[in-house]
Each structure stands twice: as C-alpha cells, then as structure tokens.
C-alpha cells in the first residue's frame, strides 16, 4: 500500500529533486567548457544529499518514495554528471579510452546504488565507496586536469570504479550508535573545500588520506566490537578477531 502524503514529506524530496537539477546543470556546463562551475554545481548537489536523509529522519517523513527518488538522484548528480564532467575536462583526448574509462565508472556508480537497495539490513557501515563521494573523487581529478597527465586521470577513474564496487567498509555515519562520530563529516567537508580553494597534490592526498583514516578507524572500531559478545549472564567475553 502506498504511503500517505503529507506536508512534511515535501522539504526532503524538494531537496532531492534539487539535487536532481544541480547534476543536469553540472552536464551543461560541462559541454560548454564552464568546468568550474560544473564542480560547484556537483559540490552543492552533495551537501543536497546529505542534507535530504538527515532531514527526513528528523522529521519522521522518510518513505519509500523518497528512497526511490533518492537513489535516482543519486545516479543522475553522482554517477552521469560527474562522468561527463571528467570526460569533457579530462579524458576526451583519450579517445575511445576515455570513453570506456566513463562507462566502467557509470556502471560501477549504478551497481553500487543496485546493492545497497537490494540491502535492507541497517549496518555500521557500507560496503563499497559511496557513490557521492566516487562523485568527489571525479571532481578532484577535474580540478586537477592541468597538473596531472589524463592517462593518470583515466587511472584514477577506474580506481575510483573499482572501490564502490569493492567490499571495502566504508563508515555508515547514519548510524550514531555503532559508527565513528559524525562531527567527522564536517571534517571531511572542511578537507574537500581546501582542496576546492588550493587545488594540488598536497592538499589532495590531505583529503584522500583523511578518506583512508576513517576507513581504517573503521575497521578498527568494528574490530574491537566483534571482539565482545553477549553472554548468558548478561555479560561481555572476547573473543578473537
């Protein structure tokens, strides 16, 4: 049965549907050369995302329709935008490698969405880089077309393709209980606008490392609380990792 509609349903999907907008504005500014803009447009679009769940959580107006719209959002502003934005600034000299590069990317983006709507089971963490923030990624590898070779570019693509199809577990900073804390998003945010203010190698591996930090701290966090198990007696037991 279909959820019911109210008022307070509105502001969230408002703010998805933006983003929606933001990511076909990113796709004309990249075909008209204006690549700047393109990565504020997708910049934006990202702070919509984050902002549309945490929204609806707060006012209790998540429903599956706002999911469904969340993640073709989500496939629009952070999978086809960002791809046509890298191409047009980046690998378009590379021919028909370039092209595939944006396909395999594309592609990883979709099946990453595909897996986490088949997963209905709330966790600590994701499975595989976030499309969003493979949308950053390609930004990066924009802002940086005049100091890196394209072929790098290309490679950075691939890998970026190939860690939101990966396993690798990522922090699910929904979950306030069983996560790493969320003051950390901002964080992230303040490294990623450093780097949009002075973009170059030092200020990219500032932010990439800050990506992997958390990964790790992750996986440690996860480490330390499969180490403790629930007993009979209402108690804790390690056990080994």
Request: with cysteine; hydrophobic share 55%; glycine share 8%.
């Amino acid at each position: 049965m279909a959820s019911t509609f109210r008022p307070k349903h509105l502001l969230p999907n408002a703010i998805t549907a933006t983003s929606v907008v933001l990511g076909f504005l990113c796709i004309l500014s990249a075909a008209d050369g204006h690549h700047e803009r393109g990565v504020m447009l997708l910049f934006f679009a990202g702070v919509c995302d984050l902002l549309d769940g945490r929204l609806a959580r707060w006012l209790d107006a998540g429903t599956a329709f706002g999911g469904e719209l969340d993640t073709l959002s989500d496939a629009v502003s952070f999978g086809v935008a960002p791809v046509v934005l890298v191409y047009f600034a980046d690998l378009r000299p590379l021919g028909l490698a370039g092209i595939l590069g944006c396909i395999v990317y594309l592609l990883a983006g979709v099946f990453r969405l595909a897996r986490f709507n088949l997963d209905k089971i709330k966790r600590p963490t994701f499975f595989g880089l976030p499309i969003p923030l493979g949308a950053a990624y390609m930004v990066t590898f924009v802002m940086l077309r005049d100091q890196v070779s394209p072929w790098w570019i290309l490679g950075g693509v691939l890998a970026t393709a190939a860690a939101m199809i990966s396993t690798v577990k990522v922090p699910n900073f929904k979950d306030r209980e069983r996560t790493l804390p969320w003051p950390l998003i901002p964080l992230m945010f303040l490294f990623f606008g450093v780097f949009l203010w002075r973009p170059n190698a030092w200020t990219w591996h500032a932010w990439d490392a800050l990506n992997w930090i958390l990964v790790a701290a992750n996986y440690r966090m996860l480490s330390r609380r499969a180490r403790l198990l629930p007993v009979a007696d209402g108690g804790t037991e390690e056990r080994a990792a």
